[in-house]
């Protein structure tokens, strides 16, 4: 992707800040970015206190050159190891009683410009 070098980290850090951004604009609060867990990474976790939900977010961006959309990148291994990621993020952060749900985050870009960024509320469950 021009403007990024090879860094597909790099890419991938500067899609997910903006994808925070919009979600903080829309209500949630952001509690951590990139949670490591042995089953792989959790992009954002964030709160909605308004209706006591923990959220545990997966950022895709794709280019709009592609002609697909990020949303078609969360298939059923990847929504397996997000779940077991989020299990073990509860074991070790133990949050107060509330509900869980995942969201999916879709960056549409052009380049480093953002076109658009749709949010899938509750996209899949355990």
Avoid: W
């Avoid at 997910?16 to 949670?35: F, P, S, T, W």
């Avoid at 939900?53 to 298939?75: C, Q």
């Amino acid at each position: 992707m021009e403007g990024f070098g090879k860094n597909r980290r790099e890419k991938g850090g500067y899609f997910e800040k903006e994808a925070a951004a919009r979600l903080a604009d829309m209500g949630y609060v952001i509690k951590e970015r990139n949670y490591n867990t042995r089953y792989g990474e959790i992009d954002i976790v964030a709160e909605l206190p308004a209706e006591k939900t923990l959220v545990f977010i997966e950022v895709k961006a794709r280019d709009v050159s592609t002609n697909t959309h990020p949303f078609e990148f969360v298939d059923r291994r990847k929504q397996r190891n997000i779940i077991q990621a989020a299990k073990d993020y509860i074991v070790k952060k133990e949050p107060v009683k509330c509900f869980i749900r995942f969201d999916v985050v879709g960056v549409i870009t052009s380049g480093k410009e953002v076109l658009k960024i749709e949010v899938l509320k509750d996209a899949f469950q355990d």
